[in-house]
């Protein structure tokens, strides 16, 4: 069954900083999907990436699909308090149409002020 | 527009019980999913259903049950309760099935004493 590998496991960094989170997968990623979760809510859906090579930006965030689709990066530029939070990638299993998505453990993001 | 809608929010039961759980999805979404989260093994799939149907099931024993009625929205079923069915439970739509974002409610948090 298909795995996603998300590092670091938790992240703290000073306002300002940039960072990246990355996510691995064992197999082909059909389509990949970013979330971001406050604790013990629901989840916010970032972005989406399907082609190898793709990247795309919202706001101060990027996220990059590698092209053999096996990664995919997180990058925040001169992140804010608001940024926090624990970050997700989910993939879906096939390229079909009967979708179960596989989520990686998260990343913990803390940003102090 | 509004978002998917999970009720109720809070939940408690003791073991032996069972539950139901409610997903209203976005207006106009007719592919729901389930899925559970729990400190251990994460965000896991439960099911998915697309008009009416189940299309897609998780790893998980048949006392999990859901159905999707003809205006979308969707019930989880949880019989005979144990504890380690305290998790947050998830629900999420998308218009449509196939490689494409899904939505998320704020989830249930379900407590088996």
């Known amino acids: 069954s298909q795995e996603l590998e998300q590092s670091p496991q938790s992240l703290i960094v000073q306002e300002g900083k940039n960072l990246t989170i990355n996510c691995t997968s064992s197999?082909?990623?059909?389509?990949l999907y970013w979330y971001k979760q406050k604790y013990g809510e629901g989840l916010i859906f970032l972005m989406m990436?399907?082609?190898?090579?793709e990247e795309k930006s919202h706001e101060k965030i990027t996220a990059k699909l590698d092209e053999k689709k096996q990664q995919s990066s997180l990058h925040i530029t001169a992140s804010q308090p608001s940024h926090a939070g624990i970050y997700l990638c989910g993939a879906d299993k096939s390229s079909g149409s009967a979708r179960q998505l596989t989520f990686g453990s998260g990343t913990q993001l803390t940003v102090l002020p | 527009k509004a978002g998917v809608t999970q009720t109720p929010r809070y939940l408690i039961k003791t073991r032996g019980q069972q539950v139901t759980l409610s997903c209203s999805p976005i207006s106009g979404h007719r592919s729901v999913s389930w899925y559970q989260q729990t400190p251990g093994q994460g965000l896991q799939f439960l099911f998915e259903?697309?008009?009416?149907?189940?299309?897609n099931k998780g790893n998980f024993p048949g006392r999990f049950s859901g159905r999707q009625f003809s205006n979308s929205r969707s019930e989880m079923n949880v019989s005979t309760l144990e504890l380690g069915d305290s998790a947050l439970y998830l629900c999420?739509?998308?218009?449509?099935?196939?490689?494409?974002?899904?939505?998320f409610g704020d989830g249930t948090r379900l407590s088996i004493l």
């Open positions: 259903y697309f008009s009416e149907t189940q299309r």
């Open positions: 197999k082909t990623l059909y389509g």
């Open positions: 990436l399907q082609k190898g090579g």
């Open positions: 999420a739509s998308s218009l449509t099935v196939g490689n494409q974002p899904q939505h």
